[in-house]
């Protein structure tokens, strides 16, 4: 019989929202089955009745049908109210009103805030809009109107839908204009609207996606705070709840600045408040390395102790246990709103709160139904939190804890109860989230389990409280404050020590490729097998152990009926020696089969004796990897993002984006690539070089080629740096080397020239694109031309020492790797002669400054009758290279 239908419940629902969320169609209908066979043979077994299963199946076919219910309502209503298809609409002028549905926030130059819009102008519908007004209005008074009538089509109705609004500060005096926007407010903006960019990578972050589960489908940009009028709201609303929540987490941030000084400040307004915009990105990146991050983030853990300190302190005013649960219980939703009800926190806070009702009458006392009840709750308000990882780690983790902390907790029995206590959760927590944070972060240290069991008490016991107690000081007694922040910040630099001397064992890193959904369940099953199996070994250890001349228990007692059959007992004794025997082999085959699966998962890639070759989108610049058949991996340049000047300090973004940290390094580790056999730099220009930065410093590297020169700048003698301090081994090729990574993969270097015998000093050159490091690659027998951003001069002379080696014609080449993006000053008409490319690629950003690619080098492909693949166009190209032929997918059409 079933003891908990809530939970069963909630698992059909999740269950059959995850299937509306992952297929479509006879896709769907086909998941939904297989669920409802499962539910059917449940039934079969006995272990629920009919009844009970029609509700199951009730609440999995309604998840899915609510869940695609769901997206077909999240879809943009500005096309059809604007009368443009949404290619029309993208990069258009318009004037939008509306009110401002979320806090606003500034990050240097940049003011974000989402709009709940109410009317919107499309561009050239301005006078429009206003002749239409004017006319409703002298209609409205000769009626004596009391609303003001609509204007015409011109101005649109986007019945309440949401957008994305930035806009990009253009003075220091328009910080303390912005500040004054708050939720609630109403607004006019007029900017560019925008739709978000998609994944232009294989793998890659999808920002449109992300903006969709948040139901904004556009992004609105506007220049300066002259593009927002603002009035604060005439009357009182229900909105102004929240205005008022976003005004006390500011008061309460700016006090955990005046208290405390960075990057302290930062740090405790993340743990205590959940305020984490101000936090230090490399104390975050030290903290995520380490799987330390669930500290910063309000959770479960900060509830806990809210809730058992306010119960504490209730008591102690002698409150009775009624009047203190309740008043409590009313307490926890001002917590949960003050910091910021993120996913885990409304987690926390529904499950604290149901626990709490449940025992003030007396109900629902089990915890996983509370947590089931929880869950419930958040994915029926919004669908879209299945998708929210602060919301996967939370549910994950908590049922992670109830199911197997009592299976390890035996494991763990000859130990002190409260180290055994801590070392179980510890090590559960770790096991649990494991799959999830290699799939969302693909990385996992072998040293999180001692930095969490050691620092989490720590923080939770010592640093937590300290920030709390001096933000609560802060206000009547400055003195007492000020101490308390002093010693929560001297705990701190403790902290922070530690984690970075534990970060420094860089060996302990394990990099993962993301699993599939399979995967992760096998895991789960396994990994509970394994510890009940355990768990049986250690229950049967205990059976009681006999010398030979000692008295057993009685082996077998007869009965003899009037004339009936013998019955026969087995002995105890025999029973724990068969189920310590069983659980051993069981432990045994669970280990075998998850270490087996930590392998496969571990080396997930495979070729088969194929090579790929990717040409990634790093928006304006290259950057390309390369992986042999017999599995080396080279990336080709890192791209880089590239500022013109230097700025203002108020313009400055606490972390900003740089293509080589948020872009390049998240996709190869996404891939599994545990190392880099070879780094080649082509040559030291930015939008070569600089992404090559985080490569370094987030990954294993074995060598570095480079063209053997210098560029005088700072980037790039930080990069050399950080590539000794790395120990990497550092090559400058020249013209006749060659490297062999395999028996079937070559790269000839034709580029740059060498350099006289004399010469023992790196030359510093200022001009990098001619010293562009050229060479071609030979796999599998398939040629592929490597070009940098070399000029038509290099082009010349590389032809010429060709034919003075008596190499009339090199080509052909299956690809060319089109130079300097497509720009006309290189890949000449004489170039493509001797090569002969059948397919070309430029690597280039979409829109870009430069006009690459330029008209005339695609004329001259064109004429070259050469294949021609962009990444503006078509995002990253990927090139599958096996004997056979060349495979190419794209991840974008045009």
Request: aromatic share 10%; proline share 5%; glycine share 10%.
């Amino acid at each position: 019989m079933n003891r908990r239908p809530l939970l069963s419940f909630t698992i059909c629902w999740v269950a059959g929202s995850a299937a509306g969320c992952l297929f479509g169609g006879y896709q769907l209908l086909a998941g939904v089955a297989v669920c409802l066979l499962l539910i059917t043979l449940w039934t079969l077994s006995g272990r629920i009745g009919w009844r009970p299963a029609a509700v199951f199946v009730l609440a999995l076919a309604a998840a899915a049908l609510y869940w695609e219910w769901t997206e077909a309502r999240n879809v943009s209503l500005l096309p059809e109210a604007l009368g443009r298809p949404e290619s029309g609409l993208n990069e258009t002028y318009i004037t939008a009103e509306g009110v401002i549905a979320s806090p606003v926030e500034r990050d240097g130059d940049r003011v974000d805030f989402k709009l709940k819009l109410s009317r919107i102008v499309g561009d050239g519908q301005e006078g429009q809009a206003e002749e239409a007004v004017a006319a409703d209005s002298k209609a409205a008074e000769s009626v004596n109107a009391d609303v003001t009538a609509e204007p015409a089509a011109a101005a649109t109705d986007p019945a309440g839908e949401q957008i994305a609004v930035q806009i990009k500060l253009q003075a220091e005096i328009e910080i303390a204009v912005a500040a004054q926007w708050q939720r609630g407010d109403r607004v006019t903006v007029t900017g560019e609207l925008e739709l978000p960019p998609v994944a232009r990578n294989f793998g890659g972050f999808d920002y449109r996606a992300y903006l969709q589960t948040q139901r904004v489908h556009w992004l609105l940009k506007g220049t300066g705070t002259a593009s927002v009028t603002a009035v604060p709201p005439a009357s009182w609303q229900l909105t102004g709840i929240l205005r008022w929540n976003d005004a006390a987490r500011a008061a309460l941030g700016a006090e955990m600045d005046r208290l405390f000084q960075e990057p302290h400040a930062g740090y405790m307004k993340g743990l205590v408040i959940g305020i984490q915009d101000d936090l230090d990105p490399e104390t975050f990146k030290q903290f995520s390395q380490l799987g330390l991050t669930h500290i910063l983030a309000i959770s479960g853990m900060h509830v806990a102790v809210y809730v058992g300190v306010i119960l504490f302190l209730l008591r102690r005013l002698r409150f009775t246990r009624e009047t203190a649960l309740t008043l409590t219980l009313l307490l926890v939703p001002v917590y949960v709103m003050l910091s910021g009800a993120g996913p885990s926190i409304v987690r926390a806070g529904l499950m604290s709160m149901i626990a709490l009702l449940a025992a003030r009458l007396g109900l629902l006392k089990d915890g996983m139904n509370i947590l089931a009840a929880a869950a419930l709750m958040m994915l029926v308000w919004n669908p879209y939190f299945l998708l929210s990882v602060s919301f996967q780690l939370s549910f994950l983790v908590t049922a992670g804890l109830m199911v197997y902390t009592p299976l390890a907790a035996p494991l763990f029995a000859r130990l002190p109860k409260w180290l055994g206590g801590s070392v179980t959760v510890t090590l559960i927590a770790q096991l649990v989230s494991f799959p999830l944070t290699v799939y969302y972060f693909n990385q996992f240290s072998l040293l999180s389990f001692i930095a969490n069991l050691l620092l989490v008490p720590f923080i939770t016991f010592l640093v937590l409280p300290l920030g709390t107690l001096a933000l609560l000081l802060g206000r009547f007694w400055n003195t007492a404050a000020s101490a308390v922040a002093g010693a929560a910040e001297v705990l701190n630099n403790w902290t922070f020590a530690a984690v970075e001397w534990v970060n420094g064992f860089t060996a302990g890193v394990l990099i993962w490729a993301s699993p599939s959904l399979l995967w992760i369940c096998i895991y789960y099953g396994l990994l509970y097998g394994l510890l009940y199996a355990l768990k049986q070994r250690r229950e049967a250890g205990f059976a009681p152990q006999y010398m030979e001349d000692e008295t057993r228990p009685l082996g077998e007692a007869e009965q003899e009926g009037a004339g009936g059959p013998r019955q026969v007992f087995p002995s105890p004794y025999a029973q724990f020696q068969s189920g310590s025997r069983g659980s051993r082999y069981a432990a045994i085959v669970c280990a075998a089969a998850l270490a087996l699966l930590l392998y496969k998962g571990y080396y997930a890639e495979r070729l088969n004796g194929a090579g790929a070759i990717s040409y990634l989108d790093v928006g304006q610049g290259d950057s390309i990897l390369i992986t042999t058949p017999e599995g080396a991996h080279i990336l080709v340049d890192g791209g880089g993002t590239v500022s013109f000047g230097n700025k203002e300090a108020w313009r400055i973004r606490r972390n900003p984006f740089e293509v080589g940290a948020k872009t390049l390094l998240p996709l190869l580790k996404q891939r599994g690539i545990h190392r880099l056999d070879a780094v080649i730099l082509t040559h030291g220009d930015q939008d070569h070089a600089g992404g090559l930065q985080a490569v370094l410093e987030g990954m294993p590297v074995s060598s570095l080629l480079f063209n053997g020169t210098l560029s005088g700048t700072e980037p790039y003698a930080k990069l050399m740096e950080t590539a000794l301090a790395k120990g990497v081994r550092l090559y400058a090729v020249q013209q006749g080397m060659m490297l062999a990574p395999d028996k079937v993969t070559h790269l000839h270097f034709l580029w740059p020239e060498p350099v006289p015998d004399a010469q023992q000093l790196l030359p510093e050159v200022e001009e990098q694109n001619h010293e562009s490091v050229v060479f071609r690659l030979e796999m599998n027998g398939r040629s592929f031309l490597f070009t940098g951003d070399m000029d038509e001069e290099a082009e010349e002379e590389i032809i010429q020492a060709a034919q003075q080696a008596g190499i009339g014609e090199a080509g052909p080449v299956d690809v060319l790797k089109v130079a300097h993006h497509g720009s006309k000053t290189s890949t000449g008409a004489a170039w493509l002669e001797f090569w002969k490319p059948a397919t070309a690629v430029i690597s280039a950003g979409v829109n870009n400054l430069y006009g690459h690619p330029n008209a005339g080098v695609l004329e001259r492909l064109e004429e070259a009758e050469a294949a021609i693949y962009r990444t503006d166009l078509h995002g990253e190209v990927q090139l599958k290279v096996m004997e056979e032929g060349i495979r190419v997918r794209h991840k974008l059409t045009e």
